[in-house]
């Protein structure tokens, strides 16, 4: 059974830095075409990916938000960590994991619960 | 980069058939996947691979892709269907995940 929880801070000032840690269970970032993706959404607005991660380090980042994303993984703990630079009010929202099974296109077939940021000062 | 479109809403009366469409230029091309979202909740993958469904996914949920529209059909809608439907697609050009704006399907 694949689970995927995201934790963090739910409340960061304008111009800090955030971390997420994404903790998973049921899958192992060693088998290859796995992944794990971070996926945002504001509140009452569209799911906006940001960045993704695949076995042997191999990593994706949204072109509008590259230069502000950083993702790492640690296999042997089964934890994902977003950081983003620089954050401001819009980036208030819901910030979700993701597992994807397929390198490439493949879907994101299991999701965390979320966690809300608030960005604040 | 590539862009996907979806209506902004889609009404339809209970057992009836809702259909949402998900638009790019030469998307059948590409793996549109779907996702249905209800409020306070986190998405889960109704269709993959644009016409397959997931484990626990009722064969009534359907997805086709041709042309330039991709589409989710849910046939004897029920009042539970009522969600956001968000479609996707892999973007190789600049190597990103795209999701659609999202459908909001309301059952009448």
């Known amino acids: 059974q694949i689970t995927l929880k995201e934790s963090g801070p739910t409340l960061v000032k304008p111009t800090q830095t955030l971390t997420l840690t994404c903790t998973f269970s049921?899958?192992?970032?060693?088998?290859?075409?796995?992944?794990v993706g971070w996926i945002r959404q504001p509140p009452g607005k569209a799911l906006e990916w940001l960045t993704l991660?695949?076995?042997?380090?191999?990593?994706r980042h949204s072109p509008s938000l590259k230069s502000r994303l950083t993702i790492t993984m640690d296999t042997s703990k089964n934890q994902v960590v977003l950081t983003m630079t620089n954050m401001d009010p819009v980036d208030t929202g819901t910030y979700y994991c993701?597992?994807?099974?397929?390198?490439?296109?493949?879907?994101?077939?299991?999701w965390g619960q979320g966690t809300l940021v608030t960005v604040s000062s | 980069s590539y862009v996907v479109t979806q209506p902004p809403s889609v009404s339809v009366a209970p057992g009836q058939t809702a259909t949402i469409t998900c638009g790019g230029d030469?998307?059948?091309?590409?793996?549109v996947h779907w996702y249905r979202q209800k409020p306070g909740q986190a998405p889960i993958l109704v269709v993959y691979?644009?016409?397959a469904r997931p484990s626990g996914i009722p064969e009534r949920i359907s997805g086709a892709n041709s042309g330039d529209t991709a589409t989710l059909t849910i046939r004897g809608v029920e009042a539970g269907d009522e969600s956001d439907y968000y479609c996707?697609?892999?973007?190789?050009?600049?190597?990103?995940?795209?999701f659609g704006p999202g459908t909001k399907v309301t059952v009448l």
């Open positions: 049921g899958f192992s970032l060693n088998t290859t075409g796995v992944g």
């Open positions: 030469n998307i059948r091309y590409k793996s």
């Open positions: 993701a597992h994807t099974g397929n390198y490439g296109s493949g879907s994101l077939d299991f």
């Open positions: 691979d644009d016409r």
């Open positions: 991660i695949y076995w042997g380090d191999d990593k």
């Open positions: 996707q697609v892999w973007d190789s050009s600049f190597d990103q995940y795209v």
